[in-house]
Antibody, heavy 120, light 109 residues
Framework: QLQLHESGPGLVKPSATLSLTCTFS??????????WGWMRQPPGKGLEWVGSMLYSGSTSYNPSLKSRATISVDTSKSQFSLTLTSVTATDAAVYYC????????????WGQGTLVTVSS | SYELTQPPSVSVSPGQTARITCSGE??????VYWYQQKPGQAPVLVLYKDSERPSGIPERFSGSNSGKTVTLTISGVQSEDEADYYCQSADSTVTYEVLFGGGTKLTVL
């Protein structure tokens, strides 16, 4: 059974860079049928997609983030990471990592989420 | 880019049937996921591929697709079903984007 777990600092200063890591077990990153991605949910608001990476290293990001997001992977550690630069209060959210199918034809798996607060 | 539209709220009495819709042009080409989220908890997948139930999801949760509109149906609603429900799909027309509906608050009266 695939498990994902997010980790990272719970507090980030405005204009700083946010770095989160997702550690996964029970599956291989190299499957061609899945994306590995990040979603977020600001307090009291809906879900928002941040970005996703395919096994090949190809990435896609939410255009609203204006190139501030980068996803990378370390397969030797079964981890993938999100870096978000120049954070503002609007980036405060619960961040979830997930594995979601390319074709939407099978189950998706999410972590439990990690809360990020942006404050000086 | 495409959007997914959900009603902000749906209310039903216990034992009745709740129907939550998700509308969007992209739904004629892509499958939909449905997530249930209770306060303070992570989203839980209740349907994938429009109408498939993951293991452990009660049979009262079902889904249907009529082109541009996908419907999550909860038959015999129970108080524990009160939650926010989100639909999710994807747009791969130009680049790949994951799309979420705005969410529907299901209230069990």
């Amino acid at each position: 059974q695939l498990q994902l777990h997010e980790s990272g600092p719970g507090l980030v200063k405005p204009s700083a860079t946010l770095s989160l890591t997702c550690t996964f077990s029970g599956a291989s990153f190299s499957s061609p049928t899945y994306f590995w991605g990040w979603m977020r949910q600001p307090p009291g608001k809906g879900l928002e997609w941040v970005g996703s990476m395919l096994y090949s290293g190809s990435t896609s990001y939410n255009p609203s983030l204006k190139s501030r997001a980068t996803i990378s992977v370390d397969t030797s550690k079964s981890q993938f990471s999100l870096t978000l630069t120049s954070v503002t209060a609007t980036d405060a959210a619960v961040y979830y990592c997930a594995r979601h199918p390319v074709d939407g034809d099978r189950e998706a798996y999410w972590g439990q989420g990690t809360l990020v607060t942006v404050s000086s | 880019s495409y959007e997914l539209t959900q009603p902000p709220s749906v209310s039903v009495s216990p034992g009745q049937t709740a129907r939550i819709t998700c509308s969007g042009e992209v739904l004629t080409k892509q499958y939909v996921y449905w997530y249930q989220q209770k306060p303070g908890q992570a989203p839980v997948l209740v349907l994938y591929k429009d109408s498939e139930r993951p293991s452990g999801i009660p049979e009262r949760f079902s889904g249907s697709n009529s082109g541009k509109t996908v419907t999550l149906t909860i038959s015999g609603v129970q108080s524990e079903d009160e939650a926010d429900y989100y639909c999710q799909s994807a747009d791969s027309t130009v680049t790949y984007e994951v799309l979420f509906g705005g969410g529907t608050k299901l209230t069990v009266l």
